[in-house]
């Protein structure tokens, strides 16, 4: 396990901290005080640790809100970080210094972000609703690498437990075989504590049917989505964490405590283990993906924060 030493990183005692390859970037907006679920905004930071999750250092963003997304582009070779509240995205390059942000990608609800191959930026709005305070489209935004808008998509949700989350997690693959492999066609996606597992064909432009669809009956729900390199979807499943096939078959259920909260999931650019994140209690672990072993941990103390990881390539 790792010494978590993160809250010496402050906004009063901001220290130099660049992006190494295999470093992990997680969501963590800093407040003093004891936090609610239901105001839990602070000053926009992304923790940055090595990849055995001991802490190197915090991004600042210059924002009031939540961090929600997190994702490096390996085209563009920059960390882009959104935040739900203060409806902003901002870039990071390797040396841990904040880029100009685009203009275009500003002034919406926006959460998880997904980088295709070619260096498009694909954005989900996290909100769906027209009632204060939930108020957002809940669409698909497509931006090329320049930051100029290319499309947006009016996507299928998934009331979920809760009524008002739009898009809050997806991945992007090729849509079929003969589609171009520079590009990343099609988005696999979820609503927050729903049941399904959507997906758009964003070079068509049309919703496609269901990947497939959790049992009514059983108590997971959708939290967080990632792909293996063989094609499997891992899922933070809200009380743990699953492996399923792309026809919903469940694969692998993995040992990991069953405390509510387990959302934020990315598989290791290596393919070979994945990072789980608990939002409720600041649990951050990476465990094989074969075995469910844990392989290094970080008890962040950082409760309601914890909604996105990435990994620096």
């Excluded at 959708?222 to 492996?243: K, R, S």
């Excluded at 990991?256 to 608990?278: L, M, Q, T």
Aim: glycine fraction near 12%; charged fraction near 25%; proline fraction near 2%.
């Amino acid at each position: 396990m790792s010494i978590n030493d993160s809250m010496r990183f402050t906004s009063d005692n901001i220290l130099p901290v660049s992006l190494e390859t295999g470093d992990v970037c997680i969501a963590a907006s800093f407040s003093e005080g004891e936090v609610d679920i239901r105001r839990n905004s602070g000053e926009g930071r992304v923790l940055v640790y090595d990849k055995d999750l001991n802490v190197k250092g915090a991004l600042w963003t210059g924002e009031q809100g939540l961090v929600i997304g997190l994702e490096y582009c390996a085209q563009s070779l920059t960390l882009f970080v959104s935040d739900v509240s203060s409806q902003t995205v901002k870039r990071f390059s390797r040396d841990g210094n904040m880029m100009p942000a685009f203009p275009a990608m500003q002034g919406k609800d926006f959460g998880v972000i997904a980088a295709a191959r070619n260096g498009d930026i694909v954005i989900g709005e996290h909100i769906k609703g027209d009632k204060f305070p939930f108020i957002g489209g809940g669409e698909i935004y497509q931006f090329g690498g320049d930051g100029m808008l290319r499309n947006h998509f009016a996507a299928e949700h998934d009331p979920g437990k809760f009524g008002f989350h739009g898009v809050t997690n997806l991945l992007l693959t090729a849509g079929d075989q003969s589609s171009d492999q520079t590009r990343d066609q099609k988005a696999v996606y979820i609503s927050e504590t729903g049941k399904r597992v959507m997906q758009y064909d964003l070079a068509a432009g049309c919703q496609m049917e269901d990947l497939f669809v959790l049992s009514d009956e059983d108590e997971k729900s959708t939290a967080g989505i990632a792909m293996t390199p063989d094609g499997d979807i891992l899922m933070g499943t809200v009380y743990g964490a699953c492996l399923f096939s792309q026809k919903g078959g469940l694969l692998k259920t993995y040992d990991i405590p069953k405390e509510r909260g387990w959302s934020a999931v990315r598989v290791s650019r290596d393919g070979a283990n994945f990072f789980v994140a608990n939002f409720f209690t600041g649990r951050l672990e990476k465990r094989s993906l074969d075995t469910g072993q844990v392989i290094a941990s970080a008890d962040t103390g950082l409760v309601y924060r914890l909604a996105s990881i990435a990994e620096i390539a």
